[in-house]
Structures are given as structure tokens and as C-alpha cells.
């Protein structure tokens, strides 16, 4: 609110006359009880976390004065810095501070694989997508790297990119609660998202818990489209949807 005209006028008119008018109009609109109320809208054009950390790019293949030790990963030598990535992960930290200081060998993964990891780690050019959130994962959990493993959860739980189905089934996968919750409270608030889960490919693979609370949410939805329909006989209407769903088990 742009008031810098108007509180002007103010200013001139003391000055002139030596006196404060409070019954002018303008002068109501910004005076109550002797106090001013400012409204302020305040726009924000960036995170504050992206204008304080300043992205790195490291090469994690080349030797460097930041880095002191070295892993075998498929094959390549990978330099990392062993206190940091041992403050982060209980694998590292065993290898590296719990007995003989040998080279850990990785020759079953993937070079490029563990790099993008490391740049996770690290807070590097990479960030967690829809498309590499799962193999992040894989990796953060491998490496007991729980940072990374809650840093991937919260990303799933506030996408849209990846399907219900995929986030129930990761979610039961590495243990997380948080996603699974989210995922299910889908499923309570909209009917036909239950149904896309039943009838995926991904619910196959839940196990029997997880599948009857997939059920027990998508029937949740169908109480409350029930609740907010002209349906007469629930009962009737329940029984349909059970059959219809295969839920008579």
C-alpha cells in the first residue's frame, strides 16, 4: 500500500498551520488510538536454502586436497573424504574407524551409480527427481546413510510425479512410514485412486498387510462417497462395491 502521497499532505498541513487535523479523512484512514497499522506484502522469489548453499562440483574421479582416501567401485577409484562420509553413514564409519583401514571393494555396483550418490551426499549439482529418487534410495539404504534416506521420503511424499502405487510399494520396501501414511491417506480421500492401486501391477507385490490396508483405505473412500451421495441402502451399495472389488475373502 503506497501511502507516501497522502502521509505527505499530513506533514505539510502541521507544518502550516501549526496544528494536526484528526477529522480530516486521510488522516483516519492510518490513525486509530494514536497507532498506525503499515500493511506489508512481502514476495518471495527464492528459497532462502538455495541462495545460501552454493552448489559444488566435485569429480570424485580425480585426486584433490579435499579428499584423503579411496574406493574400489566397479572397477574405478573413487575419492571421497572419509571423516565426511563416515558422519553419515555407519557402513563407512566401520570400514574406515573400526579395524584395518583396507580398501572397501564395490565391484558389484555400478561406478556411475555411486557417484550420483556421493553428489547427493555431498549437496552437489544433483537433486532428487521422480526418476532417480528410487535408485537414491537403494543407495542411502545400502550405506545406512539416513539423511539421504529422509531427504528421498520427503521428496516422495510431496511429489505428484510418482504414481500411488510406486510410493506404497517403496514405501513397505525401505520402511517408510511417513510415505506409506500419505499414500493411504490418498487412498481414504479419493475412491478411484484405490482402485488404481488394487489393480496395478505394483499391488501384487505388497505383502498381505500392506494389501489389506490399501483395501481398508479404498473402502474408507467409498464410505465417504457413500456419505455425500443420494444412496439410499448402504448396505446394498457396500455389498456392490465388495463384489466388485473382490473384498469377500
Known amino acids: 500500500?503506497?501511502?507516501?502521497?497522502e502521509m505527505h499532505e499530513v506533514v505539510e498541513e502541521r507544518n502550516q498551520n501549526g496544528l494536526f487535523a484528526p477529522h480530516k479523512p486521510y488522516h483516519m484512514k492510518y490513525v486509530k488510538n494514536d497507532t498506525i497499522e503499515i500493511e506489508v506484502e512481502i514476495h518471495v522469489e527464492q528459497e532462502a536454502r538455495d541462495r545460501f548453499r552454493k552448489k559444488l562440483a566435485i569429480n570424485f574421479l580425480a585426486p584433490s586436497e579435499?579428499?584423503?582416501?579411496?574406493?574400489?567401485?566397479?572397477?574405478?577409484?573413487?575419492?571421497?573424504?572419509?571423516?565426511?562420509?563416515?558422519?553419515?553413514?555407519?557402513?563407512?564409519?566401520?570400514?574406515?574407524?573400526?579395524?584395518?583401514?583396507e580398501e572397501l571393494k564395490l565391484e558389484?555396483?555400478?561406478?556411475q551409480a555411486f557417484?550420483?550418490?556421493?553428489?547427493?551426499?555431498?549437496?552437489?549439482?544433483n537433486s532428487v527427481t521422480a526418476a532417480n529418487a528410487?535408485?537414491?534410495?537403494?543407495?542411502?539404504?545400502?550405506?545406512?546413510t539416513q539423511c539421504l534416506v529422509d531427504h528421498v521420503e520427503k521428496f516422495l511424499?510431496?511429489?505428484?510425479?510418482?504414481?500411488?502405487?510406486?510410493?506404497?510399494?517403496?514405501?513397505?520396501?525401505?520402511?517408510?512410514?511417513?510415505?506409506?501414511?500419505?499414500?493411504?491417506?490418498?487412498?481414504?480421500?479419493?475412491?478411484?485412486a484405490g482402485k488404481e492401486v488394487i489393480d496395478s501391477a505394483a499391488f501384487k507385490?505388497?505383502?498381505?498387510?500392506?494389501?489389506?490396508?490399501?483395501?481398508?483405505?479404498?473402502?474408507?473412500?467409498?464410505?465417504?462417497?457413500y456419505m455425500d451421495s443420494d444412496e439410499e441402502d448402504m448396505d446394498d451399495y457396500m455389498d456392490d462395491y465388495m463384489d466388485e472389488m473382490g473384498l469377500y475373502f
Do not use: C
Open 1 to 5: 500500500m503506497d501511502t507516501k502521497g
Open 66 to 101: 579435499m579428499f584423503d582416501s579411496e574406493l574400489s567401485v566397479g572397477g574405478k577409484k573413487i575419492h571421497v573424504n572419509k571423516q565426511f562420509i563416515s558422519m553419515h553413514s555407519s557402513i563407512f564409519k566401520a570400514h574406515f574407524y573400526g579395524g584395518p583401514n
Open 108 to 111: 558389484d555396483m555400478d561406478a
Open 115 to 125: 557417484i550420483e550418490f556421493l553428489k547427493m551426499l555431498y549437496r552437489a549439482e
Open 134 to 144: 528410487e535408485d537414491v534410495l537403494f543407495m542411502a539404504d545400502r550405506f545406512k
Open 157 to 192: 511424499f510431496a511429489t505428484g510425479d510418482v504414481e500411488v502405487s510406486d510410493r506404497i510399494r517403496i514405501a513397505e520396501k525401505y520402511n517408510l512410514l511417513t510415505l506409506m501414511r500419505g499414500a493411504l491417506l490418498v487412498l481414504e480421500k479419493n475412491p478411484t
Open 205 to 225: 507385490s505388497y505383502s498381505a498387510k500392506t494389501k489389506k490396508a490399501v483395501k481398508d483405505a479404498n473402502m474408507t473412500a467409498e464410505i465417504r462417497r
